[in-house]
């Protein structure tokens, strides 16, 4: 089976500091995929590689066969990947339902010609009770939790066939992680694959496939979820605090 997205021996650097060695990965379609790590480990870094927001980076990206190793991020955007970073960057001064605008982008289809998931308003309400019923609210009226929501569903609104999604469960309230939880199972029921950078090992298991572990910009490990979770020496090497 050919991955949606792919990379073959990606660095990247902040100014001279060389964060990523060599990162091999893969996300095939309809599958979620954790990346995983301590604070410091390279997750975030990782994923501003693949959407091109890492200016220093070397090596092979594909998206969709597409060569996007050296592609700006607005391009590869319009391919149909999508990111959700941690700090959520909406626009506090525009309502939820103009947040959801900005990121429109029109339908799409796989490689076959089939359709891919499409989003509207009226689904991703759906997806997201709490926007719905806050539609005209300012962002910069909302709590932490639902900003993260509304992020989420911004990106959603481009339609992407990848979602990656960065550190999803971290500072939110439970009751906000238990619904990202169900939210990225929805999106995987509905043909989507995510790769989430995530440190927390109970989410993570509740949501992911396979999971590739970072420590200091190295890949340690790759395998199934089910297999990490029973991996006592792994976890405790790379994943306690």
Excluded at 84 to 111: K, Y
Excluded at 122 to 127: D, E
Excluded at 169 to 184: K, N
Aim: proline share 4%; with cysteine; charged share 20%.
């Amino acid at each position: 089976m050919t991955a949606l997205l792919e990379t073959q021996n990606l660095c990247a650097w902040y100014g001279a500091a060389q964060i990523l060695f060599d990162v091999n990965l893969q996300v095939q379609r309809g599958e979620v995929v954790a990346l995983m790590g301590r604070n410091g480990a390279g997750k975030s870094t990782t994923l501003k590689a693949l959407i091109g927001l890492m200016q220093k980076r070397t090596g092979l990206t594909r998206f969709l066969g597409h060569d996007i190793s050296k592609s700006d991020a607005h391009q590869i955007a319009k391919l149909g990947l999508g990111f959700v970073p941690e700090d959520r960057r909406i626009f506090t001064d525009l309502t939820v339902l103009e947040n959801l605008e900005v990121g429109r982008q029109a339908p799409r289809h796989w490689p076959d010609g089939t359709a891919a998931p499409a989003w509207t308003h009226a689904s991703l309400f759906k997806l997201f009770p709490n926007l719905g019923e806050m539609p005209t609210r300012l962002g910069g009226r909302m709590s932490g939790g639902e900003q993260q929501m509304l992020t989420v569903a911004r990106t959603l609104m481009g339609n992407p066939f990848v979602l990656l999604l960065d550190e999803p469960s971290e500072g939110v309230a439970p009751v906000i992680v238990e619904q990202m939880v169900q939210m990225i199972l929805a999106l995987k029921g509905q043909g989507v694959s995510i790769l989430l950078s995530e440190q927390n090992m109970h989410f993570a298991q509740l949501v992911s496939d396979r999971a590739y572990v970072l420590e200091k910009g190295q890949l340690k490990y790759q395998g199934s979820m089910q297999d990490l979770a029973a991996n006592d020496e792994v976890r405790r090497a790379y994943l306690s605090m």
